[in-house]
């Protein structure tokens, strides 16, 4: 079946520690987004790439950035992450502005 | 800046009960509202798309309605099964983004 996935669906860093999300589609979608949603919060898009270009949200913080490599693959690097990066990451992709479909997401652990 | 509020919070109703969840938006420039369903700790599935020339869109016992004008939404689900239990949030989208609402929590009692 066509779809989103998300590696790790788990993920426990330490404070400070770089880490990588991974998110990797079969629809062949053109966009894929990446969001953070934090507990009992609505999910906030952080940017996303239409085809191959990027766009950052102007309230994303520079610890957040993002890399898509191919059409199928993008990934999202947290720096240095904080107790306040914490959240489950949601990834989705869509063709052009229509319906989005979402992964499994990751939840983020930071001690 | 497009806000989306959904209330209640949660919701609990007995098995069996058909009812209505609310969404609303305060930008009218919409490209298509999508509901979508979340069990805890999990991702979303998408459970109905309205194009926003659209005014509904149904699927099984999900009915959705979209007044643009009015900057509402209202997701119908008829004979509500305690599998029915999940947090419910609407999203407009704009210029290929979507924002959300925080969701309404339900939960269907047997």
């Known amino acids: 079946d066509a779809m989103v996935i998300q590696n790790p669906r788990y993920q426990v860093t330490q404070f400070g520690k770089p880490v990588t999300l991974s998110c990797s589609q079969t629809l062949n979608h053109n966009v894929m987004y990446w969001y953070q949603q934090k507990s009992s919060q609505a999910p906030k898009l952080l940017f996303h790439y239409y085809d191959k270009d990027f766009n950052n949200e102007a309230d994303t913080p520079d610890n957040f950035q993002s890399r898509r490599p191919n059409t199928s693959f993008c990934f999202l690097d947290i720096r240095s992450p904080g107790l306040g990066d914490a959240a489950m990451y949601l990834c989705a992709t869509s063709i052009a502005a229509n319906e989005q479909f979402f992964g499994p997401g990751t939840r983020l652990t930071v001690l | 800046k497009q806000e989306v509020t959904q209330i209640p919070a949660a919701l609990s109703v007995p098995e069996g009960e058909n009812l209505v969840l609310n969404c609303s938006f305060t930008d009218s420039a919409i490209y298509n509202l999508q509901w979508f369903r979340q069990d805890p700790g999990k991702g979303l599935t998408s459970l109905l798309l309205?194009?926003?020339?659209?005014r509904e869109q149904t699927s099984g016992r999900l009915n959705a309605s979209l007044d643009k004008s009015s900057g509402r939404s209202t997701l119908y689900i008829a004979a509500s099964q305690p599998g029915d239990s999940a947090t419910y949030l609407c999203?407009?989208?704009?210029?290929?983004?979507?924002?959300f609402g925080k969701g309404i929590t339900l939960s269907v009692r047997p």
């Open positions: 999203a407009v989208s704009h210029d290929s983004k979507l924002t």
């Open positions: 309205i194009q926003s020339s659209q």
